[in-house]
T-cell receptor, first 116, second 110 residues
Framework: GAVVSQHPSWVICKSGTSVKIECRSLDFQATTMFWYRQFPKQSLMLMAT?????????EQGVEKDKFLINHASLTLSTLTVTSAHPEDSSFYIC????????????FGSGTRLTVV | QKEVEQNSGPLSVPEGAIASLNCTYS??????FFWYRQYSGKSPELIMS????GDKEDGRFTAQLNKASQYVSLLIRDSQPSDSATYLC??????????FGAGTRLTVKP
């Protein structure tokens, strides 16, 4: 089946630094990928939708200059958290849309970001 | 009104019982409905999808959809401790736009 690989699975960084999270579709081409954030005991919140070769579409309230998304190829999307602060600490999850199926959302394993 | 609403729980059932999880959604144009299971610290995994009114059964899981009432539910029969997790209801407004409920935390007690 479709697999989405997300790395790293966890990262600890200092406040003010940047962190890059990668999301790769391993055996299919993902023209659309989604980035979610989940705080403890809360639901998944869609941050942005990235389409290969074009600018990402950000949800209301998500700072596009802080959360940089690049979807340069059909198999790779990256999320860079710039100038991270402790309040950015969260669980970040990507998912990819597998075209041709209505249930084609495949999730990555998630990245636990802790900013100290 | 939230797009997808769930009772946050926690819902506690004894082992072997039926667990019933409920979800309502606001957009009548929604086409596809999903139930995901999420263990603590892990990403969601799809357990059921349903697209038309009625029941859909898969093993111990049954999804029920009522578009007129904008209601979707998940029944887990013969609940096991390993079923203890947070269950997320998700609704596709469009193919590329999936929205999640806040999740219901289920605990199955041995």
């Amino acid at each position: 089946g479709a697999v989405v690989s997300q790395h790293p699975s966890w990262v600890i960084c200092k406040s003010g630094t940047s962190v890059k999270i990668e999301c790769r579709s391993l055996d299919f081409q993902a023209t659309t990928m989604f980035w979610y954030r989940q705080f403890p005991k809360q639901s998944l919140m869609l941050m942005a939708t990235s389409n290969e070769g074009s600018k990402a579409t950000y949800e209301q309230g998500v700072e596009k200059d802080k959360f940089l998304i690049n979807h340069a190829s059909l198999t790779l999307s990256t999320l860079t958290v710039t100038s991270a602060h402790p309040e950015d600490s969260s669980f970040y999850i990507c998912s990819a849309l597998l075209h041709g199926t209505v249930s084609g959302y495949t999730f990555g394993s998630g990245t636990r970001l802790t900013v100290v | 009104q939230k797009e997808v609403e769930q009772n946050s729980g926690p819902l506690s059932v004894p082992e072997g019982a039926i667990a019933s999880l409920n979800c309502t959604y606001s957009d009548r144009g929604s086409q596809s409905f999903f139930w995901y299971r999420q263990y603590s610290g892990k990403s969601p995994e799809l357990i059921m999808s349903i697209y038309s009114n009625g029941d859909k059964e898969d093993g111990r899981f049954t999804a029920q959809l009522n578009k007129a009432s904008q209601y979707v539910s998940l029944l887990i029969r013969d609940s096991q401790p390993s079923d203890s997790a947070t269950y997320l209801c998700a609704v596709n407004l469009r193919l590329s736009d999936m929205r999640f409920g806040a999740g219901t935390r289920l605990t199955v007690k041995p």
